[in-house]
């Protein structure tokens, strides 16, 4: 490993710590190094709050040392005001001269200038080091910016017979059919944290009333998203409740949007799936998990438009009921979690 790699890797696992919290930024890492040593890190914790580069120089205790250092960071300095300064100043400012990025910002705002601005102060900067890990990193960040919409995960269980859940009778009882084990759901609940919001359909909400939100996990809550064509959904459902916020997508234009409940009138036909991304998109959702139910999940899988898929299999079986989504699991890694299964799916079309 070559000694940009090395400090470029630590950037990165600095950088994780932000996972779910930096929304609607980047997960950015940044390490300060002098004489092979490192003197500051530093990691972007919360949009609003200093970036890691600040952080990275603030945490550096003899700060003349960083006139002959190099300031390592993952992501590209950013050179724009927003709700900090430009770190690109910062770096400049305290005339630290080697710079060594991991990969470019596809922020347009950003997108090169950044890099530009510290070669023009004189900086010798590097750019591309464990280029497809950084990337990888700020995974959601590069397709909200690059494809105009959020990072889509799909999740669902299903049973060892292939079933999201039993056929179920009239008189029963509004709740989930638990297919996983305890250790599973609460790992469902570490992912509703780190995702930016969570998005079931109509018959979901009907029949399961979920709250989905993080209970089994410390975390934020992701922004719920409600299909709701024709208003089906009673109101004294959890989705309702106003404790998280909630955007519910319905073709009618006669509902009252409140604080924490927004409703945003779409079209529903061929293009549904293109047009909730572009409302998500306008609400700046850089990642969300589709939770179901089967025809939402099939709907994303028909059109292509989905980043990776993250699929339980249970012990039991229902023989008959609502069968799982159909995907052709190409690229799929598997682990267990005790009895379940657990199939980790790319989609890399």
């Keep these: 490993m070559n000694i940009h790699e090395k400090y470029i890797r630590r950037c990165i696992e600095l950088a994780k710590n932000g996972l779910g919290t930096t929304y609607p930024n980047p997960m950015v890492g940044s390490v300060i190094v002098y004489n092979n040593t490192i003197i500051g890190e530093g990691w972007h914790k919360k949009a609003g709050e200093p970036h890691a580069e600040v952080n990275a120089v603030r945490s550096v205790k003899d700060k003349s040392l960083l006139k002959k250092a190099t300031i390592y960071v993952s992501l590209e300095p950013c050179s724009h005001f927003g709700k900090t300064p430009p770190c690109c100043d910062l770096i400049i400012e305290n005339k630290i001269p080697n710079v060594v990025v991991g990969t470019v910002d596809p922020n347009e705002k950003v997108a090169g200038n950044g890099i530009r601005k510290l070669v023009e102060a004189g900086a010798n900067v590097v750019v591309g080091v464990l280029e497809d890990e950084c990337n990888e990193l700020n995974k959601r960040f590069f397709t909200f910016h690059q494809k105009k919409r959020p990072y889509i995960v799909l999740k669902w269980a299903e049973s060892l017979d292939g079933y999201l859940a039993p056929e179920k009778e009239t008189n029963q009882e509004r709740k989930p059919v638990w297919i996983t084990n305890t250790f599973s759901r609460q790992l469902v609940h570490k992912w509703r944290s780190e995702e930016q919001a969570i998005l079931v359909g109509t018959q979901t909400v009907i029949d399961d009333n979920p709250k989905l939100n993080v209970r089994d996990w410390s975390g934020n809550n992701p922004v719920r998203v409600v299909l709701d064509q024709n208003n089906r959904i009673s109101k004294d459902s959890f989705v309702f409740d106003n404790n998280v916020k909630t955007i519910v997508l319905t073709k009618s234009e006669n509902n009252i949007s409140t604080e924490n409940t927004i409703y945003e009138t779409i079209v529903f036909n061929k293009n549904t799936i293109e047009n909730i991304l572009s409302v998500l998109h306008q609400h700046q959702i850089q990642s969300i998990i589709i939770e179901g139910g089967k025809q939402t999940l099939q709907s994303f899988i028909d059109k292509n438009i989905w980043d990776e898929a993250r699929i339980f299999i249970g012990q039991n079986t ?32």
């Design 318 to 349: 229902f023989e008959k009921g609502t069968k799982a989504p159909e995907l052709k699991r190409k690229n799929e890694a598997k682990t267990y979690i005790q009895n379940d299964e657990l199939i980790y799916v790319r989609n890399h079309d």
